[in-house]
């Protein structure tokens, strides 16, 4: 069974904007924080943005604070990213994750969506 599913990346110009979505199981959901990923060609995977599911806390990579929005849809139980003034640095595959503890890198990962592409051209 399929925990989390990515949708919405794609190929955009430098100062464009995107939004990412990210569904998760029912049981994800309810039990887990949650945080976006995302991994260039020939670098390490690196968290961009988490949520906490006990207190809706969020954090940043310093070099998308201010640029991007995580926060979580509970109707759709959707994990979303905003993502605005997009710069060609923003491309990479982009990872959805869920853990039981705060997300702060991939160690603490319990499930990864299958990803999705988001490349910048300038």
């Known amino acids: 069974q399929e925990q989390l599913a990515e949708s919405g990346g794609g190929l955009v110009q430098a100062g464009d904007s995107l939004r990412l979505s990210c569904a998760a199981s029912r049981d994800v959901w309810s039990k887990y924080s949650m945080a976006w990923f995302r991994q260039a060609i020939g670098k390490e995977r690196e968290v961009v943005a988490a949520?906490?599911?006990?207190?809706?806390?969020?954090s940043y990579a310093d070099s998308v604070r201010g640029r991007f929005t995580i926060s979580r849809d509970n109707a759709k139980t959707a994990l979303l990213l905003q993502m605005n003034n997009l710069k060609p640095e923003d491309t990479a595959m982009y990872y959805c994750a869920a853990s039981s503890r705060w997300i702060n890198r991939p160690s603490r990962v319990d499930y990864w969506g299958q990803g999705t592409q988001v490349t910048v051209s300038s």
């Open positions: 949520i906490s599911r006990v207190n809706g806390g969020t």
